[in-house]
């Protein structure tokens, strides 16, 4: 927004606020930026990026000792992740959703991944 909106805004929205100096208004932004939110709550920042495709794995990896089809993976498990976590935390759950791939091609190729490695290590 620009400065002279801003102070507008400021005069018609909140006037009991237009005599605060500017770090009452740098501490509010500290507070709203430091808020626990739903990501800081499952995951730390270094290993935010690394939790679907780990979750992915350990899902892909149920699957396959299941011995159900892939397909298992977005037809069931996303959808109930998807609700216990708006039922429990009553926030919606599509960023965590996203972060997660299980399509059947992704699950395949996990579960080829795994087998492999396995293969390797029993052989060596």
């Known amino acids: 927004m620009k400065p002279s909106k801003l102070q507008d805004h400021l005069r018609r929205c909140h006037p009991d606020r237009t005599d605060k100096d500017l770090k009452y208004f740098q ?3 500290d507070k709203l930026q430091k808020r626990p939110t739903l990501d800081r709550m499952f995951a730390s920042t270094s290993q935010r990026n690394d939790d679907g495709l780990r979750a992915s794995y350990n899902i892909s990896l149920l699957i396959a000792k299941s011995g159900k089809p892939h397909t298992i993976g977005e037809k069931l498990i996303l959808p109930a992740v998807e609700e216990v976590l708006e039922t429990v ?32 290590f029993l052989c060596n």
């Open 27 to 29: 501490t509010l932004k």
């Open 89 to 120: 935390l009553h926030k919606p759950a599509s960023d965590f959703i996203k972060r997660i791939p299980l399509s059947s091609n992704t699950v395949e190729r996990r579960i080829d991944a795994m087998s492999s490695d396995i293969e390797s």
